[in-house]
């Protein structure tokens, strides 16, 4: 089981960035993928989950409105397309797999929780600066 995010980098207030987490090594139609990140000197935090069974997603309160988790099963990647950045978004954002999360909707803040999940990226920084 791999997973390898990309699509990090600088980028100015407001701005807008795309997040990929490409995956291999096992059946994506089958596992919740989160997306979590660690600020500097912070508890990793949960962002966004998307689930197949039933297409749905759940956002933390600090993205919802700005941020849009989406899936392209058929390229076995996870992307997290981010817009409005603030300098509060900067952190190392990293991806998840987890088999235990069946639905985003009903889990709600659940599907967040990294506890949850079993497979981890190496991560990709994301800086939001002038």
């Known amino acids: 089981v791999q997973l390898v995010e990309s699509g990090g980098g600088l980028v100015q207030p407001g701005g807008s960035l795309r997040l990929s987490c490409a995956t291999s090594?096992?059946?994506?139609?089958?596992?919740?993928i989160g997306w979590f990140r660690r600020a500097p000197g912070k508890e990793r935090e949960g962002v966004s989950c998307?689930?197949?069974?039933?297409?749905?997603?759940y956002y933390a309160n600090s993205v919802a409105g700005r941020f849009s988790i989406s899936r392209d099963n058929s390229k076995n990647t996870v992307y997290l397309q981010m817009n409005s950045l603030k300098p509060e978004d900067t952190a190392v954002y990293y991806c998840?797999?987890?088999?235990?999360?069946?639905?985003?909707?009903?889990?709600?803040?659940?599907?967040?929780?990294?506890?949850?999940?079993?497979?981890w990226g190496q991560g990709t920084q994301v800086t939001v600066s002038s």
């Open positions: 998840a797999a987890t088999k235990r999360i069946t639905s985003a909707r009903h889990m709600g803040v659940l599907s967040i929780i990294d506890g949850w999940y079993d497979y």
């Open positions: 090594g096992f059946n994506l139609d089958e596992y919740a």
């Open positions: 998307i689930t197949t069974n039933d297409g749905t997603t």
